[in-house]
């Protein structure tokens, strides 16, 4: 049976700067400050890694029912709650698929 539990750090590294130590060891600079766009904040990751998790699959099932996939991008778009705590509420999520004879 196999585990899957996954474990994951966030640190505070100061001026309102984390570092996000995901299971593979490669670190993440998160910016809480999102004005001073020194780094990615955690809601523009969780939007990355939400396409990320929906793209990996897709392609995986393109590729194994022989697509012929030239490009391929996933575009993604969180509504959050107005109020706090400020919760995605909705995601919409575009795949754009190009290739010859895609079915």
Do not use: W
């Amino acid at each position: 049976m196999s585990n899957n539990t996954y474990n994951a750090v966030v640190e505070y590294a100061g001026d309102d700067f984390f570092i996000g130590i995901p299971p593979s060891g490669h670190a993440q600079l998160m910016d809480a400050k999102g004005d001073r766009n020194a780094a990615p904040t955690p809601l523009e990751m969780l939007l990355v890694s939400v396409a990320g998790c929906t793209a990996f699959d897709v392609i995986s099932i393109l590729k194994k029912k022989r697509q012929d996939v030239k490009a391929y991008k996933v575009e993604i778009n969180g509504q959050r709650k107005e109020d706090r705590p400020q919760a995605f509420v909705k995601f919409h999520i575009n795949h754009v698929v190009r290739g010859r004879d895609v079915s």
